[in-house]
Structures are given as C-alpha cells and as structure tokens.
C-alpha cells in the first residue's frame, strides 16, 4: 500500500511520527542514534550517517582541530558495608513490603556515608531494587535527610503555624543576623547550615529549632544563644 500524498508539501515531523504510530511503528528510544531519550521508528529510513550527532561529524570536527564534545561523568553507586547491610536485612523484616523500608534505609544511608548525594541514591536503589528517580523523589520530599554540602551543624527552624505564631520568625532572624545566613545557606567555614522547614510536630512546645538529631523546644534568642555557644 502507498504512502498518501500531501498536496501541503513534505510531511512535518510531527504528522510523520502519528502516521508511524498508526500504521503500527513503534516509538523507541533505544535505537535514537542522536543521544539519550531520543526517539526514533522502527522500520524507518536510517538516520544520515553526516547528521547532526553522527559519528562521522565527530571525526570530521577532530581533523578540522575541533575538541571533541566530552561525555558527562556518571555517578557511581557507593557501597554499604557489611555492618550497614546487616542493619538494612533487619529493617526489611519490619515491614510487610520491602519497599516500605525506604524511610529507614535511607536513613541508614545518611549515617554511613555523612549525608545523602547522588552516588548514595544510587547505592539505595540497587540494594532496594527500587528507581534511582523514585529514591529521589521520596528523599527530596523530606528536608530531615542530610545534604551533601550542609554543615556540621543543620539548625532546622519550625515556621508552620503554632511556632509562627510563638515567635519563630524572631528566632530565624535571629540566626540569620547572627551567621549572616539565610535559609539554605552554610558559613564559610562549614559549621552551620540555616534551613526553614515545616512542622516539627511539637506544637506544645513551640518554638522549636531541631539542631542536628535533637530537639530544643521553647525557646528565646536568649536560649538560643546559650545552646549555640554551648556546641563544640
């Protein structure tokens, strides 16, 4: 059977991919020769081997004295070690599904390695045989986890609305002026990272400013102060 005509002129790209698409051609990124996700027709034409992205163009370009465009460096996985495999085997027999340890897992994660990077992501997602991308997204949902570049100190400051309203904004401003920091932000000399957060689920005793893994409830800047002098 023939291919319909278009009196309008050459088809656009876009009429072309839905017209594979109905004559059964399947969409695949696998065979794309331009690149990761690049989408490509089974049973189409081959692509021209001096197009954009072509091997041929590469060479071409490096005798012309052209560098060649580096390839992106790719994260390796770290590695838990025995102790912390131990400790994931036992989280895993808390919980009806092996996916539900995630929380904890990555917890263990964020102790073994000082924080949570990309090459620790990756590490989760094999020993969970979980997505690097659904390990993210569920780490990036808390603000708990430590990041990569936050300071020996994390000062997390409740703002939602029963610290709000005891004088939470005080106690962030009080920071701020104090390190000359804002939320986000780290000193130079990596001692203190300055984060606004959501509830810390003690309302009863707001204020509440969590410095690393403990909780400093009902406080003033007076007692701020004394906490932050007293650290090491």
């Known amino acids: 059977m023939s291919t319909p005509q278009h009196p309008e002129g050459p ?5 072309a991919r839905r017209r594979g698409v109905r004559d059964g051609n399947v969409l695949t990124p696998t ?12 049973g189409a034409a081959p692509p021209d081997p001096h197009g954009p992205g072509s091997t041929a163009r ?31 085997e036992w989280l895993y027999t808390r919980y009806p599904l092996k996916e539900a ?16 990077d990309g090459p620790a992501i990756l590490c989760v997602a094999k020993e969970m045989g979980l997505s690097p991308g659904h390990v993210l997204g569920v780490f990036s949902f808390y603000t708990h986890y430590r990041r990569a570049g936050d300071g020996k100190y994390v000062l ?15 106690i962030l401003h009080h920071i701020e002026g104090r390190y000359g920091l804002e939320p986000g932000q780290t000193t130079p ?10 509830c810390l689920a003690s309302c009863d005793t707001a204020p509440v400013v969590q410095i690393n893994d403990d909780y400093h409830e009902g406080l003033t800047t007076e007692k701020l102060d004394a906490i932050l002098d007293s650290l090491p």
Do not use: N
């Not at 560098?67 to 590695?79: I, K, L």
């Not at 897992?105 to 102790?111: D, S």
């Open 101 to 116: 340890a995630l929380l904890p897992v990555l917890r263990v994660a964020e102790e073994e390695f000082g924080a949570i």
């Open 58 to 88: 590469a060479t071409d370009a490096q005798q012309g004295g052209l560098p060649p465009t580096a390839a992106p460096a790719v994260p390796q996985p770290r590695v838990f070690s025995e102790e912390a495999r131990k400790r994931i």
């Open 156 to 170: 997390q400051v409740c703002s939602t609305i029963s610290c709000a309203l005891r004088g939470a904004r005080d």
């Open 189 to 198: 000399d990596g001692r203190f990272t300055l984060k606004k957060v959501e």
């Open 11 to 15: 088809e656009s790209s876009e009429r």
């Open 31 to 42: 065979d794309a020769p331009e690149g990761p996700g690049a989408l490509s027709v089974v």
